[in-house]
């Protein structure tokens, strides 16, 4: 007899996301993590995640409360190319939507998700999973500060670096980029009017996103040595960089938060699920932080698992295994390497790679339906919408 229906391995957004899911349907659901440490990180979650945070009866509440809405999205092409790009906005009303989606720091939402797991029965264990073995029809995870657990099934949700994706045997396809992402925040004198702005620039795109109280989350992509010299800066020298990317259209930028810096790679798992194993999130995927949609990815993973694992008998049946993995790589790959050409046409510097985006950015300029699709498209495909994803 297994211990549970389904055991999480990861408590990150989408593994917590994933335990509530299964858990408000009343299944018997376990999530091994160690504690988890501070992430100065906004994610911006669009409409569909939205939609999954209202499902799991935590939005609006306190988490819109202390969030800004997306209400328009710019890209200014700021490259200094021979090949300028015209600026493109996107605005919410287009697609008839109060906004695109909502910016949510990492600090914020994940005890907001993790009270609501344990409210809905989740098991918490404040362990590491070490590894898995299969045995007729269960899975038993091994956590290091306990013996065996079992279940039907495990979603792998622990991150990049997933102990379960490599104790499944499961490949990957990494890469990297020249690149390091400053995470920060920061505040202005100007109001944002609810409007992020994409600036591209040589060495990958400076993102400013809105915030409550005259504040923005900032995702600044740089070259590793440019990099490290902003991370040694002290908040003001940091402030005054600031101003002058942001061309002053902020006004005065102080009042710094927290900061950390990610190197920029790219991973594909060749399998997303295999014999009793199911992985989302970054175990799955990782993209570079353009366009916002690592995150809202991972949700959506989480949120097609749990419609597949409620629908079966046996949540961790090889039918439902193959189902998961072709309905994710379908949708997943194809995204992965739009957002990597994207990022190349900046970073390399090739003039037919910065044509081509300069003339895709254009045919959006001055193609309207072209435009709407891709709105649309960004927002996330609305087929195949997992259950909590959809609009009541
Ligand atoms: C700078 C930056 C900005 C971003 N902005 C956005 C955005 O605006 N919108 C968006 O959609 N996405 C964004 N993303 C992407 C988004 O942050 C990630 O997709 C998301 O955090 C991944 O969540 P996850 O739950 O898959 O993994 P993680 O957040 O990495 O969580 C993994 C969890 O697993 C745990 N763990 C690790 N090892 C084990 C183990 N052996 N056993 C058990 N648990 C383990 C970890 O402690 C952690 O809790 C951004 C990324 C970056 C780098």
């Given at each position: 007899m297994a211990d549970y229906k389904v055991i999480v391995a990861g408590a990150g957004p989408a593994g917590l996301a994933a335990a509530a899911l299964l858990a408000k349907e009343g299944m018997a659901t376990a999530l091994v993590a160690p504690a988890a440490a501070e992430d100065p990180r906004t994610v911006a979650l669009m409409q569909p995640s939205i939609q999954l945070l209202r499902y799991l009866d935590i939005w609006p509440g306190i988490l819109e409360a202390r969030t800004s809405r997306l209400r328009k999205l710019r890209i200014i092409?700021?490259?200094?190319?021979?090949?300028v790009a015209p600026n493109l906005e996107f605005d919410a009303p287009e697609l008839?939507?109060?906004?695109f989606g909502w910016n949510i720091p990492l600090g914020l939402l994940l005890p907001v998700l993790r009270k609501r797991a344990e409210d809905l029965g989740v098991v918490f264990i404040?362990?590491?999973?070490t590894g898995a073995r299969t045995s007729g029809d269960a899975i038993h995870v091994a956590v290091s500060n306990a013996t065996e657990i079992s279940a039907?099934?495990?979603?792998?949700?622990?991150?990049?670096?997933?102990v379960m994706r490599k104790s499944a045997g499961i490949a990957t396809d990494t890469w990297s980029y020249d690149q390091t992402a400053i995470a920060t925040s920061f505040a202005h004198s100007?109001?944002?009017?609810d409007v992020s702005t994409e600036y591209h620039k040589a060495a990958g795109p400076f993102t400013t996103v809105p915030l409550p109280e005259s504040r923005s989350s900032l995702v600044w992509m740089e070259r590793p040595a440019r990099a490290e010299a902003l991370m040694a800066m002290s908040d003001g020298e940091l402030a005054a960089e600031i101003q002058i990317e942001t061309h002053g259209e902020l006004g005065l930028i102080s009042n710094l938060g927290l900061r950390k810096s990610f190197p920029m790679k790219g991973l594909t798992a060749r399998?997303?699920?295999e014999d009793r194993v199911i992985l989302i999130g970054e175990a799955a995927h990782v993209v570079p932080p353009i366009g916002a949609q690592g995150l809202n990815m991972s949700l959506r993973d989480a949120a097609l698992a749990a419609d597949l694992i409620l629908a079966?008998?046996?949540?961790?049946s090889d039918g439902l295994v193959a189902e998961y993995n072709a309905l994710r790589r379908s949708e997943v790959l194809p995204r992965q390497q739009l957002i990597d050409l994207m990022n190349k046409s900046l970073l390399l510097g090739l003039l037919p790679l910065e044509g081509a985006r300069a003339l895709s950015l254009a045919a959006l300029h001055y193609f309207g339906p072209l435009k709407h699709l891709v709105m649309q498209h960004g927002l996330q495909?609305?087929?195949?919408?997992?259950f909590a994803m959809r609009a009541s």
């Open positions: 092409d700021d490259t200094g190319s021979l090949l008839d939507l109060e906004a404040e362990a590491a999973a039907s099934l495990c979603l792998a949700a622990d991150g990049a670096n997933s100007m109001g944002h009017g399998q997303f699920a079966s008998k046996d949540a961790g495909p609305r087929h195949n919408l997992p």
